[in-house]
């Protein structure tokens, strides 16, 4: 993305994620195929995490893994405590600062028109290199997570984008203005929200057409107690078909692989469990699951509720996932799965949300469809149109200076 005068291109839009979590990752890619699609603009989209120092990026990728495996409960307590509106702003950007300076000169060589972030880490980046006249840009941030963190909060920001009415409240009672902030949904790739018959996507992923599929996802980096959940679901012998998305831990998909060797097969020939490693399919797995059980990512979830598909939220991680797990319990479109003191799970509505309750005449899963029209609202494409507005504005606006 090289720099050319104003007057004479298209506006530039630079999305910034951070693969730190997965999900910030597939908001932008979904911001960028819509981008792409609409048209109108110069469209680049670059990992945050990969433009910062080295020892910078080790903490990110490999201490937030550590911390969600063997101390949940210290990131939920410094998710909490971090919770704090405009609470030691500047100390945070000094070592922001020292840290990203790959990015703090890539920024500037490249000068983009508008910045769209779904991370946090360049949000505040962007904000002080406007704010001391070195970047001339809109600074956007898309919250991808149902509860706005006090790290998303920025001074020098044009837009918020968030996914519901409660987080217009939130960033208004700090002092955000009404007319900033955008009610967008969390941005999922288009491909969610297409109709897809259940038969179909079944045929085409070599599942069952007869029993009900219930898809266990581990996230990205296969968190969770998901070996533990699998083993008990198999001892219930019900005729249950379970698809495991092992993301990209190669451990547990191995584990899972030996597993469904031993887990034998159904009445119609299919295997009882299918062990999935990383997958670009999520669309269609989705499509055929009767059921999803897995994190309350914000991604998952949103994309899960475009699908129509009925959730089951396996262990929240404390701070954000157990935020979004309440948002979800509370509206009734998500059941928490929890992990009793003797290790088993359990969940009362478990069977009655995989539709196994006992005198369930429903009918069966082949004929069943993703096609009808869910309640999650096309927001992405809502998004990219008013982004698009932003960046066109903007170049107008340097086109006349």
Known sequence: MTPVPASTRPPRVLLLSASSGAGHVRAAQALEKALRNHGGCQVEHIDTIE?????????????????????????????????????????????????????????????????????????????????????????????????????????????????????????????????????????????????????????KLGLSLDARVLLISAGGYGLGPVEQLVRELLATERPWQIVTIAGKSEKLQKRLSALSNEAGTLADGGGRLVAVGFTK??????????????????????????????????????????????????????????????????????????GETQGDERSSPHDGTSSRRPRHRRRCLEAVKLICGEAKGHETKHATD
């Open 281 to 354: 399919e999520m669309d269609e797995y989705m499509a055929a699951a009767d059921a999803l059980i897995g994190k309350a990512g914000g991604l998952t979830t949103s994309e899960a509720l475009a699908r129509a598909l009925p959730m089951i939220l396996i262990e929240p991680i404390p701070g954000q996932e157990e935020r979004n797990a309440d948002h979800f319990a509370g509206s009734g479109r998500g059941d928490p799965l929890q992990q009793s003191a003797g290790g088993n799970m359990e969940n009362r509505q478990f069977a009655g949300s995989t």
């Open 51 to 203: 433009h910062v120092s080295k020892l910078f990026q080790k903490m990110y990728d490999e201490a937030y893994i550590a911390m969600v495996r063997r101390a949940p409960d210290l990131m939920g307590l410094l998710y909490d405590r971090t919770d704090k509106p405009w609470s030691h702003p500047r100390r945070r950007l000094a070592l922001d600062r020292l840290n990203t300076q790959p990015m703090i000169r890539l920024l500037k060589r490249v000068q983009p028109d508008l910045c769209i972030v779904t991370h946090f880490l360049p949000a505040e980046i962007i904000a002080w290199l406007i704010a001391k006249r070195k970047l001339r840009s809109r600074n956007a941030i898309v919250v991808t997570d149902y509860d706005v963190h006090a790290m998303w909060l920025c001074r020098t920001v044009d837009r918020y984008y968030v996914a519901m009415q409660e987080s217009v409240e939130y960033l208004a009672g700090v002092g955000v203005p009404r007319e900033k902030i955008c009610v967008t949904g969390i941005p999922i790739d288009p491909i969610f929200e297409k109709p897809r018959e259940k038969s179909e996507a079944r045929k």
